[in-house]
């Protein structure tokens, strides 16, 4: 059973971070930054060949974390409060008593290709590999908001982190906010498995959010406290950042749903250094993965010098998870260029180049392989 706790609702509202900075520095044309690099190093992308496989494994699955990854005590609790008709505090033991489910979903984060753009974003500077699919179980969200009661004045459900830093100057715990109607969605859950297993503490250990569908932003990690709120939530990661911004002085709107994107294997062997492709003349089959927050792939085409070619989907694996992809090639000798893109239900393709954005949010330009045939 979960414990009840019966609380006077707070009415204060976070305050909003206007004029504040979501990165440090104007975007460059330059080098690589010390700062950057430094990102590198602490968060880690998936190496594109493990699109070989269904899911990702924990290891390689990509990570970005903020700020620290934090420690965790044995009395830890979950806090849930705000515009509830009951508050509760639960441990992990009472949550894992709860009903549970199970949800596989491709979670990308929402700055992946990032390093791409020219003037570049000052952030983790992502290639194309920040994305990974895993099976994440634990208990549903709508389920404990159900539990509590949620109040009809409520707009939006806003989730923090035990993580903490300073972040365009602004001291804060990591926190986001749902809007009501996405919140109550029944495959959004409060995840305490990773693949079958404990989650490790680099995925959200004890507790992390999981939102099919939406860049990984939303996916609090370390979770300490659920608060239901009257008023939209105005913390730094909501109103500064990850926004799709124009430039510094734009308000911007909001990051939310993964926008259509594919990935192939690279096929071949890699040079060390520049990571370019070689293989044999002859027979070579292609393979990938597709996927979207918005609607259903629906079609993949391969690229071979300019020239598209449908693709084989494979089944759907889940409403979020990505669908795999293969494509048949007889490979001549010589330099060739090969790409791959996507299309969704509502019709979205991705594009042949990217948008700019000052954020360097939501990019989803065709994947380009150079391969030297043999």
Request: aromatic letters at 8%.
């Amino acid at each position: 059973m979960s414990k009840l706790i019966y609380r006077r609702r707070p009415s204060a509202r976070p305050a909003a971070h206007s004029g504040v900075a979501a990165h440090s520095g104007e975007p460059t044309h330059g080098p690589l930054t010390r700062e950057e690099l430094q990102l590198a190093v602490r968060n880690h992308s998936m190496p594109l060949e493990a699109l070989r496989e269904d899911l990702t494994p924990p290891g390689l699955h990509y990570v970005l974390t903020h700020f620290d990854i934090p420690q965790v005590s044995g009395a830890w609790h979950l806090r849930i409060g705000g515009a509830v008709e009951r508050a509760m505090e639960l441990s992990l033991a009472a949550l894992k008593r709860d009903p549970a489910i199970s949800v596989q979903v491709t979670m990308e984060c929402a700055g992946n290709g990032r390093s791409l753009l020219r003037p570049r974003p000052l952030s983790q500077p992502w290639t194309l590999e920040g994305v990974g699919t895993a099976v994440w179980t634990g208990v549903p969200l709508a389920y404990l908001l159900s539990q509590a009661g949620v109040e009809p004045e409520a707009v939006e459900v806003v989730f923090t982190g035990l993580d903490a830093g300073i972040q365009g100057g602004v001291r804060q715990q990591y926190a986001r906010s749902l809007p009501i109607s996405e919140a109550s969605r029944a495959d959004v859950v409060l995840a305490y498995k990773m693949n079958g297993s404990e989650l490790p503490p680099q995925h959200g250990y004890p507790l992390r959010l999981v939102v099919p569908g939406w860049y990984g932003m939303a996916s609090v990690k370390w979770l300490q406290s659920i608060q239901v709120v009257t008023t939209p939530f105005q913390g730094f990661q909501q109103a500064v950042a990850y926004r799709y911004q124009h430039n510094a002085d734009d308000a911007g709107t909001p990051v939310s749903r993964i926008r259509v994107r594919s990935l192939m294997v690279p096929p071949g062997i890699p040079d060390f250094f520049t990571r370019r492709r070689y293989l044999h003349r002859g027979p070579v089959m292609f393979h990938g993965r597709a996927w979207s927050g918005e609607g259903a792939v629906t079609k993949v085409e391969v690229g071979i010098d300019g020239k598209w070619v449908p693709a084989q989907l494979d089944k759907p694996a889940g409403a979020f998870a990505w669908r795999g992809w293969s494509l048949p090639w007889v490979a001549d000798a010589g330099h060739h260029e090969l790409a791959c893109r996507a299309t969704d239900a509502t019709g979205a393709v991705q594009p042949l180049e990217q948008h700019w954005n000052y954020q360097g949010m939501g990019n989803n330009t065709v994947q380009r392989v150079r391969v030297i045939v043999e």
